[in-house]
């Protein structure tokens, strides 16, 4: 299953300065001294037709932590808890926002990009437009061989 339509991905490991800074302020931010982060970048850029649907990172290659810088458009990110879909909450990502996903939402809750015509926040339409997320992740934890 393809859980993202409408849109194109790189990773980048080499950034301009002034980007570089940016993502340090960022690192700095979500993740702990010491822990170890995965180098590249993944940059996901979603056209205006583009959506995510509900789905859960796969922890084969990402850890704990998944912190994205949400650029160009605002959207609407809705989380729904596996074990009971009657847990869930929307969260507006405002342009230029952080996000970070941790703990119980990392792992039991999916996570979805909603479309145009379904991006409502509080009763208000969000419109969506070019979305481009900035996504750092930090390494997954190896288990040890039983």
């Known amino acids: 299953m393809q859980a993202i339509h409408g849109f194109r991905e790189t990773e980048i490991s080499c950034w301009s300065k002034e980007s570089q800074e940016i993502l340090q302020r960022v690192r700095d ?6 822990v170890p982060q995965l180098s590249l970048v993944h940059v996901l850029d979603l056209d205006k037709s583009g959506y995510i649907k509900p789905h859960v990172d796969s922890v084969k290659f990402c850890g704990c932590t998944i912190a994205g810088l949400s650029l160009l458009s605002s959207s609407v990110m809705r989380l729904v808890g596996e074990q009971n879909p009657e847990d869930w909450m929307e969260l507006l990502l405002l342009r230029r ?4 996903i941790r703990g119980a939402a990392r792992y039991e809750f999916t996570h979805e990009i909603l479309k145009d015509e379904e991006s409502f926040f509080d009763g208000q339409k969000i419109p969506r437009e070019r979305r481009i997320s900035v996504i750092c992740r930090n390494l997954p934890v190896l ?3 039983i």
């Open 97 to 100: 926002s952080l996000y970070i």
């Open 143 to 145: 288990r040890a061989s």
């Open 29 to 34: 931010t979500v993740f702990p001294p010491g």
